[in-house]
Structures are given as structure tokens and as C-alpha cells.
């Protein structure tokens, strides 16, 4: 028998149409084998434990489960798996939160099929890429030096910790113990956008946890 040399990949995507399109455009690709597709991530989390592929395809809107809950979950039984999060251009606050959950490459999901498997193979390869457009938008979200969240001149209610107005909202409610779907019905936003928030923050203040957050944000005065 043969070995196969080929990379492995999951797909994890709810828009059949797209999954499909992903999976006939790589199974082109002789380097590639699509081994595995899931419409949602409880179901992509266990295919991905059992069959371990080489790179998971995750997309981040996904329903129940959002792809950076899901990749977060990955990373608590593989870090060596390569993921690369599907994104969409239009949602900044999903970008940001992306960039901060362990994903190891950021594809805009109009990517070339071409390009994409080059960078499947580059991301299986150890390598790390961001879409250069995505890599723009998380950019912009970086506040200018100009910011008075920089230089301190709100020092009493911000510190040089960055966060926008609606995430200091946010850490408030942190620093109640809110859960995520409390916030979202605080803020009257998704549970997904609370996330994000969430998620953004953690990465700002240099924490891994809400806990972590809430005691800094406390300390430091910030809420
Ligand atoms: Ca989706």
C-alpha cells in the first residue's frame, strides 16, 4: 500500500453551499484530503477528536456554538492542530475576536481556492497568515497614538488599557459577574457579540479569564 502524503483537512462550515464548494476545490488539490465536513462545531469538535486531521477549515459563524468557542475547545485537547478561521470582512468585532482565540490563519472566505490551499500547506508547514484585508481591519481597531485611552488623559476611568467605550460597558458587567447572555441582554445584542467583547477585552488587558479581568479591571481602577 501506498502511504499518503496528503494534508488532512476538516471542514467546519453551516452554508452546505460553501462547505461543499471548500471541499470539491481542495479535493482537487493532490496535497490535500478533505476528510472530514461538519455543519456545526459540536459535531466538528468530536470528528476533529477522533479522526485528527492535520487543519481544520473553522468558520466563525456557526449556529449554537460560534467557531471561536469551538476553536478555543480545540485548543484544550490539541495544540498542534493548525486551524485557520473562516472569516467575513464586514464583522470587525468577529476579526478581533478571531485573532485572539489560537487560530493559526485568518482567510476571508472569498479567498481564491488556489491561494488557499497554498496556504493550508503553509499553515500545515508551521507558518501563520492573515488575509491581508482582515490584518487591516484588526489595524484600525488599534488605537491611535493620539488616543486619550493612551495617554492616560481619562486615566480615572481608563487607564492605558485600550478598550472602547462600549467595552468598558462591558467590563462592568464583568466586574458584576454577568454571564455572557446577561451582558447580551444588558447591551440588547447577540450572546455571539457579547462574546466578542469579551474575547477583545481578555486579549487588551493581557488576562485569560473574565476572573482574571475583573480583578485587574478592580485593582487598576478602570470600572
Ligand atoms: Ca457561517
Redesign the pocket.
Known amino acids: 500500500m501506498i502511504e499518503t502524503k496528503s494534508i488532512r483537512v476538516i471542514i467546519v462550515?453551516?452554508?452546505k453551499l460553501?462547505r461543499v464548494g471548500l471541499r470539491c476545490a481542495l479535493n482537487t488539490n493532490p496535497d490535500l484530503e478533505v476528510i472530514a465536513e461538519s455543519e456545526d462545531a459540536i459535531d466538528g469538535l468530536k470528528k476533529i477528536e477522533n479522526l485528527k486531521p492535520d487543519v481544520i477549515l473553522m468558520?466563525?459563524?456557526?449556529p449554537e456554538m460560534n467557531g471561536i468557542e469551538a476553536i478555543l475547545k480545540v485548543r484544550e485537547f490539541s495544540k498542534d492542530v493548525k486551524i485557520i478561521a473562516l472569516t467575513s470582512h464586514d464583522r470587525e468585532e468577529e476579526v478581533r475576536a478571531a485573532l485572539s482565540s489560537g487560530a493559526n490563519a485568518y482567510c476571508l472566505k472569498d479567498i481564491d481556492p488556489e491561494k488557499l490551499a497554498l496556504v493550508i500547506k503553509d499553515v500545515n508547514n508551521g507558518a501563520c497568515w492573515i488575509d491581508p484585508i482582515v490584518a487591516d481591519i484588526a489595524l484600525k481597531s488599534i488605537p491611535k497614538i493620539d488616543d486619550p485611552a493612551i495617554l492616560g488623559e481619562n486615566a480615572v476611568n481608563h487607564t492605558k488599557v485600550p478598550l472602547t467605550e462600549r467595552e468598558f460597558e462591558v467590563l462592568k458587567h464583568l466586574v458584576e459577574g454577568k454571564s455572557n447572555t446577561e451582558i447580551a441582554e444588558e447591551l440588547i445584542v447577540s450572546v455571539h457579540t457579547a462574546k466578542a467583547h469579551v474575547c477583545s477585552i481578555l486579549q487588551k488587558m493581557c488576562v485569560n479569564d473574565r476572573v482574571q479581568a475583573a480583578v485587574k479591571a478592580v485593582k487598576e481602577g478602570m470600572v
Open positions: 462550515e453551516d452554508f460553501t468558520d466563525l459563524g456557526l
